[in-house]
């Protein structure tokens, strides 16, 4: 069996010079007979005939990630068709163990019913927006100096403001009407005057709840009141 072929044509009494030698090592090549069916040769050269090379030829330590280029546009890199599947929908890939490590999957919340201390879920755009949209945003979003009303997104509302007290003992005072109470816990209100102290209650509140009378003595010039309720 012949290994390799090459210059054969030598003859009894041929001289071996540096050109003879040349030419054995230029013209060396490896023989048909050398190699087995899962290759071919032409013209010298080594190829896979028909074949490929299969997951089980490849070492496990063959490829390591300092081997792989990064990634340097949306076009190249690692594509998201080659990612493990996630186990189910609503789901984000990160990280809630502590330190570094790996990704890990977390629940998106879509309602934020179930929330607890050991609540581990990303709440969606969906449940912010229901918990803090339109319905239960803090109203107004910015208080001004005129600002006489505010609600918390429990429901709480808050209404205060300043009011020229009536000449006499009793001054009613109403509310701004953007929220309407159902139900008022507390109404507190302060009387000034420039020169003496004095004091101020709450008389009535009107079943509505839209207004209430103060009380005060009289010469108060003006009331400061706050009520809170739902």
Do not use: C, W
Request: without cysteine; negative net charge.
């Amino acid at each position: 069996m012949a290994y390799f072929t090459g210059k054969n044509d030598f003859a009894s009494g041929n001289q071996i010079t540096h050109t003879v030698l040349n030419q054995i090592t230029d013209n060396l090549r490896l023989s048909a007979d050398s190699i087995t069916s899962s290759f071919s040769l032409s013209g010298g050269q080594l190829s896979l005939s028909g074949l490929s090379i299969t997951s089980s030829l490849i070492a496990d330590d063959a490829i390591i990630t300092a081997k792989l280029p990064n990634s340097t546009s949306t076009t190249d890199g690692v594509t998201y068709a080659k990612i493990q599947f996630v186990s189910s929908s609503a789901k984000v890939l990160g990280r809630k163990s502590s330190g570094s490590g790996v990704i890990e999957e977390l629940t998106i919340d879509t309602l934020l019913t179930d929330v607890s201390t050991n609540d581990d879920t990303v709440a969606s755009a969906k449940a912010i927006g229901a918990m803090y949209g339109s319905n239960n945003a803090i109203v107004p979003a910015a208080v001004g100096a005129t600002t006489d009303y505010s609600r918390l997104p429990n429901g709480l509302i808050f209404k205060m403001g300043t009011v020229s007290a009536a000449a006499a003992t009793s001054t009613t005072i109403t509310f701004d009407s953007t929220l309407a109470f159902t139900t008022i816990y507390s109404i507190q209100v302060t009387a000034e005057q420039d020169t003496t102290a004095q004091a101020a209650s709450v008389k009535t509140i009107a079943g509505d709840r839209t207004t209430f009378d103060a009380s005060h003595a009289n010469g108060v010039t003006n009331l400061h009141y706050l009520a809170i309720g739902r």
